[in-house]
């Protein structure tokens, strides 16, 4: 695959080549995307009919990115008389300025062409190629080319104008230019992107975000974003760095739902850049402790969505939390059930679980009490449409075999789940770590219920079967020749016996034994399981291992910051702080931006992260990961009023201090250092 460069502002991302060029591809996401619609498949300039070749490019800010270029292949000895600067932003809409220069002593004339094209796919037509059943027009107008697509109330639209006489054609714009000697030439190109909604009305003119966002106001927002954090400063460069791009993305990757008009975090470019119910979550739980205006829009956008119906083709049961929402052609013709889907067994505890550990930082019962009623309606779900099968358990198997996912868990490829062997297991099918969520579900229920909803009862209800859940699942999801949990229950209760990361979700949850968690940490820092550059979601012994296997292998950073979480809260600070080390070396590799995965190779191995070949990047919870693990160093837990600061940094680190952690208690600071080691001769080093 060849090396592509992104900018995104929200969920409208441009996915270019390395000369700033779009070609149309059908297997990846280039192009310019938004709401889940590509609004350009061809931006490719020519020069006198001629492709362009990249000396340089500038992309050190999320949103813009600078590209400069010369005619013809690249030589020893390139001396080119002419050269093409393509300055490009999304600030609302996409502009491109585009100057050629000059550098003889002589006028020059050039012909500048710029191919331009929409096909409108969908994004999920991308992964898998269809044929557009609306109508595409093409409209020449001065200076302007209008590209339409239709399909009965289904409207999309993409207006590209330039600043400098253009001649127009169906499938671009010509400039014939004359240029003085060491002078320039420059046109602005302004792409602007509709959605039209079910009357024909402009409904993007309408969000509280669109219209003036400009460069300026986009770089403001992210100073405003980044000064509201917590300031870090750091003896060991790979966090410094993390830390900056962690918030440089997180930053951008906020966008405007149409929905509620509210900002909400999109998941990750290219395929995820929407709302995710566990995604979504999990990340609101990572930036918890440095920006928690975040978590409000999530959880009530969450709550909003919450499933009232039966409906087969959406997996959608009452009190269900959402797993995916989009906005595209498929899921408006219910070709796929993205609108929204509920094909997830986890989003629904853990949408408990993120209300009680928000208001425990942020002591928001406002919002506790406003969202009482979601917080019971998730609640019941577990007991009755989540326990397929009437066990106590949390159970999964999606109603819509034609578009459904298979896996309701976060390993939700189709793969991810197996026994040691190797085989598949039936359906439905429990996994353990889901069972952990509902456990820790009841007994944040229950806090909430006694503390807020002056229920007792409930309290006492969620508590008693909390506890029943945790002995249950500890006789049946134990293997005690192999002193570890199984994976998940198959559809006969027979425990699918791999070895997975997913028994460090079972710490962060608190539902392992305290006689068990010893050897769960020894395996999860093992020789199975971690790579040395993380925790593989599957051990390298076991049938299904593949070392660039999506679920099956790889190191995903958003789990290894949820393992090294659990693995703190049991006291084991030195397994923690390995994974935390682990992972922060790896970003170094990354220019501090973690993607969503990378291979599962030994780190002697390597000497470096090999990339996943597909990963998302940015990713939110992929971005959330370097915030996680300062959480789990410095040891922050909300305790009362109070914010508890118990540090313990890993060797190597030195000094780590976090200034103006935001909460309840107002701001804090937190500050600490690697303990120093003795050389064996009673010296430190």
């Not at 239709?150 to 400098?164: C, D, P």
């Not at 159970?395 to 075999?401: D, G, H, K, L, S």
């Not at 007792?456 to 508590?463: N, Q, S």
Request: hydrophobic share 40%; with cysteine; net charge negative.
């Amino acid at each position: 695959m060849k090396e592509l460069v992104s900018i995104l502002d929200g969920n409208t991302f441009l996915v270019s080549d390395r000369r700033g060029d779009i070609e149309p591809a059908i297997d990846f996401p280039t192009g310019l995307f938004s709401f889940d619609t590509r609004f350009l498949s061809t931006w490719l300039l020519l020069l006198d009919g001629e492709r362009l070749h990249a000396l340089s490019m500038d992309d050190s800010e999320s949103h813009r990115t600078r590209y400069f270029l010369v005619p013809g292949e690249p030589t020893h000895f390139l001396d080119a008389k002419v050269s093409v600067i393509r300055s490009r932003a999304i600030s609302g809409s996409f502009e491109e300025e585009l100057t050629v220069l000059n550098h003889s002593g002589q006028p020059m004339t050039f012909t500048v062409r710029m191919e331009m094209g929409a096909d409108f796919a969908d994004l999920f037509e991308i992964k898998d190629t269809q044929r557009k059943r609306g109508e595409h027009t093409s409209a020449p107008g001065e200076n302007a080319l209008r590209l339409d697509y239709r399909r009965e109330a289904f409207h999309r639209e993409t207006v590209i104008s330039s600043s400098a006489p253009a001649e127009v054609d169906l499938t671009g714009m010509t400039f014939p230019i004359e240029i003085g000697p060491h002078g320039e030439w420059t046109t602005r190109l302004t792409v602007a992107t509709t959605i039209y909604g079910a009357r024909g009305e402009d409904v993007r003119s309408k969000l509280p975000f669109s219209g003036s966002r400009t460069t300026a106001v986009i770089q403001a927002e992210h100073a405003e974003f980044i000064a509201k954090a917590p300031k870090l400063s750091c003896d060991y460069q790979p966090l410094t760095e993390a830390y900056r791009r962690s918030l440089d993305d997180l930053a951008a990757l906020r966008y405007e739902s149409i929905a509620l008009g509210v900002r909400l975090l999109a998941t990750g470019l290219p395929w995820f850049m929407t709302l995710f119910g566990r995604d979504s979550i999990i990340t609101s739980l990572q930036v918890l402790p440095f920006q928690p205006e975040l978590i409000p829009p999530t959880l009530t956008m969450l709550a909003g969505l919450q499933g009232h119906r039966l409906d087969d083709f959406r997996d959608e049961d009452p009190g269900k939390i959402l797993h995916e929402l989009r906005y595209g052609e498929s899921a408006g013709f219910e070709e796929q059930p993205h609108s929204p889907y509920y094909g997830a067994a986890d989003s629904t505890p853990l949408f408990v679980i993120l209300l009680d550990e928000y208001e425990r930082w942020t002591g928001d019962v406002a919002l506790v009490k406003r969202l009482e009623l979601a917080v019971r309606a998730a609640l019941a779900w577990i007991d009755t449409y989540g326990d397929l099968l009437g066990t106590g358990y949390l159970w999964y198997q999606t109603r819509n075999p034609k578009t459904g996912l298979e896996n309701q868990c976060w390993k939700d490829s189709w793969d991810a789940i197996s026994y040691s062997d190797g085989r598949l297991p039936s359906f439905p099918r429990a996994t353990c770590e889901q069972q952990g969520y509902a456990y820790d579900a009841k007994l944040r229920g229950a806090r909430m219920a006694r503390l807020f909803w002056n229920d007792p009862e409930y309290a006492d209800r969620l508590e008693r079967e909390a506890a029943e859940l945790k002995e249950r699942f500890n006789r049946d999801f134990w293997l005690p020749e192999k002193e570890y949990y199984a994976l998940a229950l198959d559809a006969d209760g027979t425990p699918v016996d791999a070895l997975s990361s997913n028994i460090g979700h079972l710490l962060w949850s608190g539902i392992v034994e305290e006689s068990r968690a010893r050897r769960i940490a020894d395996h999860l820092v093992g020789p199975r399981l971690f790579s040395g550059w993380g925790v593989r979601t599957l051990a390298d012994d076991q049938g299904r291992y593949n070392p660039i296997g999506y679920h099956v292998g790889t190191v995903w950073p958003f789990d290894n910051s949820i393992i090294a979480w659990g693995l703190w809260k049991y006291g084991f600070r030195e397994q923690a702080g390995q994974i935390c080390e682990s992972i922060l070396a790896a970003a170094r590799y990354f220019d501090g931006r973690l993607p969503e995965a990378f291979a599962g190779y030994e780190r002697d191995l390597t000497e470096y992260p090999v990339q996943y070949p597909t990963a998302c990047s940015p990713q939110a919870w992929s971005a959330g990961t370097p915030l996680m693990l300062l959480r789990v160093m410095l040891g922050l837990e909300p305790q009362g009023e109070h914010l508890i600061i118990d540090p313990h940094v890993p060797q190597g680190i030195g000094r780590v201090e976090l200034l103006d952690i935001p909460g309840r208690w107002g701001r804090a600071d937190a500050l600490g250092r690697s303990r120093r080691r003795d050389d064996g001769n009673g010296q430190p080093v």
